[in-house]
């Protein structure tokens, strides 16, 4: 996420460092050179401006031609105030209603099936309903339904009358005991006045709760212009913004907040339904700036595996008694919480490392090639059975044995550090630099 | 002149256009050359199109003759939906990323195609996204064209080999694969649609003899890195401009065209059946521009 916005704060950071102190001129200069990173990340052009300002305001505050680290007073600064431009404190998506209700609309295609879908699985111990409110795209009804039935949730099929599906849906909610109800309207141009007459009579009659407009990430500055004609006629809570996974420079997610009043709630990362992340103005601020989320982190770490099954496999491993069935165990965790280069950008300093994937899934491949009783006591493996295993996973002898070398010294190192470090983690999990 | 300034395309177009006409029609009310600028890098023109742009105006008294003309020339290099003649079935290969518009573009496509006169086949090779099949199969119904269905979890290249098989063996003209949107950022999934594209010339030596990059207007700036990635990974042959009505900002295609080199074929201006045009270079100047 970012990632083009990041190098650019990151090696910024790293060429102040290098000076001991930093005359007027050079501060002047610094600045200068965060408004062309945020200028060229599509942030709009008047939020710079504000932004440089308070950043410049502070700085004076503290003195900075002074500071014996200024690097370090810069960075403060910048999170501080990147903080603040994002929303300050994270905006919480309030659910009250019994049923609570949530409505999202948006442009066409920016994700807003897949994103009920997302609520769905986030709010799961809720009930959640997920009612189809577009009777005309081709297969939206169907479309929804398979998102409801992979996030576990309750499904409303659409039926051209959109408002009276709404209201109906209500009742079902309410007979069924779904304490949540999420209505997937149909994507519309915000120019096209008959389908925004049609939000507002959604809106009038079902009085939802939160009305979300589901921006795509991709989108430049359009995305607010979007967002302030959709504001316009609908009073909307907030804003999600999606595919953030991909390239997208920042410019919409960092503005929209000042430019319309309206809070970002939630940001999409993929196109699976884990793939949502509650919008945290510090922890994004963090990020951008190259000092990784660690907060986000540990929380995908614990919501993925069992915290008790966590403890007793890191108790095993800094005894050295870490086996490669516990090592298969934690592939999968891994595998659950979602990509782990996506993983990575979280984890500060690490960033800009590559984890290479496709390897991952060779090694699992070979670990669930070899048979419970070589995962336990991986000495047993000879010659033999490594020929057996590389054929079953489709891999070559080489590759097991380098696995097994590999494994094997990371036991070793385990055992003498009482902990693990990155440089001696088997193959698939040691990061890679470049691409 | 050509034939597409006539007629309901150009008055449809033109409709389509209306929001991004309105910011190519400023262009004229300013002589002060960093307006233009600004004007032009807005509508995301890109720099070396706007200096071009910016360069013509000066001292030009037909402005908006002179921005016309300009604008188609800057289009026009291998515009159009006609391609070189090539041994049936014509394979073309629909690819984009998220929700950019393929599928309504496919179905859209089939269409045309067959009120043209052609056997038309129509594969569903996006085997990801929920519902993708059941989606074309309602677009090839109401073009009436054949389907080569698949359930979700397939291999698509898998989807691709047996349509365009069936396309080979029954005679067919043309035969469509849609396909699942994927970010360009993506290389495992980069490298999957390569692979769809490898299976294809197993059938029929040289195919995909068309693929096609649906580009979503509204997307700005990121569509060029978009057609940079999925030229470098495919090499394009074309481009189709889809949700051109959703727009103000409706000119990311030029900076495409010009550095890529990859032309545009239709424009997509609508969510129904006949929204899509074929792509005319100088009627579309005429649309931006007419007031
Ligand atoms: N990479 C990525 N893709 C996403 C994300 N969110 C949604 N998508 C994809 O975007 C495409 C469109 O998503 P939908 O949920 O159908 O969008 P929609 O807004 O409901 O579309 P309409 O109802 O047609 O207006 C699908 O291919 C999704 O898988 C995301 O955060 N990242
Ligand atoms: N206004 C407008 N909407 C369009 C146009 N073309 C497609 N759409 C809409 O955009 C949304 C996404 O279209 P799809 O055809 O599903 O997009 P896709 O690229 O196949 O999506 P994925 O397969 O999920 O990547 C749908 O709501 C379409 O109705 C267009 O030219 N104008
Ligand atoms: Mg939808
Ligand atoms: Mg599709």
Redesign the pocket.
């Known amino acids: 996420m970012f990632d083009a916005l990041t190098d650019r704060f990151v090696k910024l950071q790293r060429k102040l460092r290098g000076y001991g102190t930093l005359s007027q001129q050079e501060v002047g200069e610094a600045l200068r050179e965060v408004r062309t990173v945020l200028l060229e990340a599509d942030v709009n052009y008047k939020v710079v401006g504000a932004f440089i300002r308070a950043v410049r305001q502070r700085l004076e505050e503290q003195d900075i031609t002074r500071a014996v680290k200024p690097a370090e007073v810069i960075d403060v600064a910048l999170f501080r105030e990147l903080t603040s431009l994002l929303g300050g404190s994270p905006a919480k998506l309030e659910l009250s209603g019994n049923p609570a209700t949530v409505c999202l609309v948006g442009?066409?295609?920016t994700g807003k099936t897949t994103f009920a879908g997302k609520l769905a699985k986030l709010y799961k111990s809720r009930r959640p309903l997920l009612v189809a409110c577009?009777p005309k795209?081709?297969a939206?009804s169907e479309q929804l339904r398979r998102v409801a039935e992979t996030a576990g949730a309750g499904f409303v099929p659409a039926r051209d009358d959109v408002v009276a599906n709404c209201l109906a849906s209500l009742d079902v909610a309410r007979r069924q005991g779904n304490n949540l109800v999420v209505f997937d309207t149909?994507?519309?141009?915000h120019i096209d006045n008959e389908l925004m007459a049609e939000l507002e009579l959604i809106q009038q009659q079902a009085s939802p709760e939160a009305t979300l407009l589901v921006l795509d990430g991709m989108v430049g500055q359009d995305a607010l212009i979007q967002a302030e004609q959709f504001h316009e006629r609908l009073k909307l809570t907030g804003a999600c913004i999606t595919k953030l996974d991909g390239d997208a420079r920042g410019g919409a997610v960092v503005s929209v907040r000042q430019v319309t009043g309206l809070p970002v709630l939630f940001i999409g990362t993929g196109e699976k339904l884990a793939d949502i992340e509650p919008f945290h103005p510090d922890r994004i601020a963090s990020r951008i700036l190259g000092r990784g989320d660690l907060h986000s982190l540990a929380e995908k770490v614990s919501a993925s595996g069992n915290p008790e099954q966590q403890r007793a496999t890191a108790e095993k491993f800094l005894k050295g008694r870490f086996d490669l069935e516990d090592f298969l165990d934690q592939l999968r965790n891994i595998k659950k919480m979602g990509s782990l280069s996506k993983l990575m950008k979280m984890i500060p300093g690490a960033g800009q490392v590559n984890v290479d994937e496709t390897e991952m899934v060779r090694v699992e491949a070979m670990i669930q090639s070899m048979t419970p009783a070589e995962r336990h006591d991986p000495d047993i493996i000879d010659g033999s059975r490594r020929r057996r295993i590389a054929e079953g996973s489709g891999t070559s002898v080489q590759d097991i044995n380098r696995l097994l070398k590999e494994f094997g010294q990371a036991r070793v190192m385990a055992r003498q550090l009482g902990g693990i470090t990155p440089g001696r983690l088997p193959r698939g999990f040691r990061p890679r630099r470049g691409r | 002149m050509s034939p597409g300034v006539f007629g309901r395309g150009f008055a449809r177009l033109k409709q389509?256009l209306s929001r991004t006409r309105n910011s190519f029609r400023r262009l004229l009310d300013t002589r002060d050359e960093s307006e233009l600028e600004e004007l032009l890098l807005a509508a995301d023109v890109g720099v070396a199109a706007t200096d071009r742009l910016v360069d013509r105006l000066r001292g030009a008294t037909d402005r908006r003759a002179v921005l016309e003309e300009e604008v188609a020339r800057l289009l026009e290099p291998g515009a159009g939906p006609v391609a070189a003649p090539v041994e049936p079935p014509r394979v073309v290969m629909v690819v984009?990323?998220?929700?950019?518009?393929?599928?309504?573009?496919?179905?859209?496509l089939c269409r045309l195609f067959r009120e043209q006169g052609q056997r038309v086949l129509v594969a569903a090779a996006?085997t990801?996204?929920d519902a993708?099949s059941d989606?074309l199969a309602v677009w090839a119904a109401r073009a009436g064209v054949e389907l080569v269905a698949s359930t979700q979890g397939q291999d698509a290249a898998a989807v691709a080999f047996d349509a365009l098989t069936r396309a080979k063996s029954q005679g067919f003209d043309i035969a469509l694969l849609?396909?699942?949107?994927?970010l360009h950022t993506r290389t495992d999934l980069m490298a999957e649609v390569a692979k769809i594209r490898r299976v294809c010339a197993r059938v029929k030596p040289g195919a995909p003899d068309d693929i096609w990059l649906?580009l979503?207007?509204t997307v700005g700036q990121n569509g060029l890195r978009q057609a940079r990635a999925f030229h470098d990974e495919l090499g394009l042959t074309g481009l189709v401009v889809?949700?051109?009505?959703?727009t103000a900002r409706g000119g990311v295609m030029i900076p495409v065209v010009q550095e890529l080199g990859v032309p545009v074929r239709y424009?997509?201006?609508?969510?129904r059946l006949e929204?899509?045009e074929p792509f005319d270079a100088r009627a579309f100047a005429r649309a931006l521009l007419e007031s």
């Not at chain 2, 424009?267 to 969510?271: A, F, K, L, Q």
Request: aromatic share 2%; no cysteine; charged share 30%.
């Open positions: 442009l066409q295609g577009d795209r081709p939206a149909a994507g519309r141009l | 389509a984009g990323v998220n929700g950019s518009g393929k599928t309504t573009t496919v179905g859209k996006d990801y996204r993708a989606q849609d396909t699942a949107g994927r649906v979503d207007a889809a949700k051109l009505d959703g424009v997509g201006t609508g969510e929204d899509i």
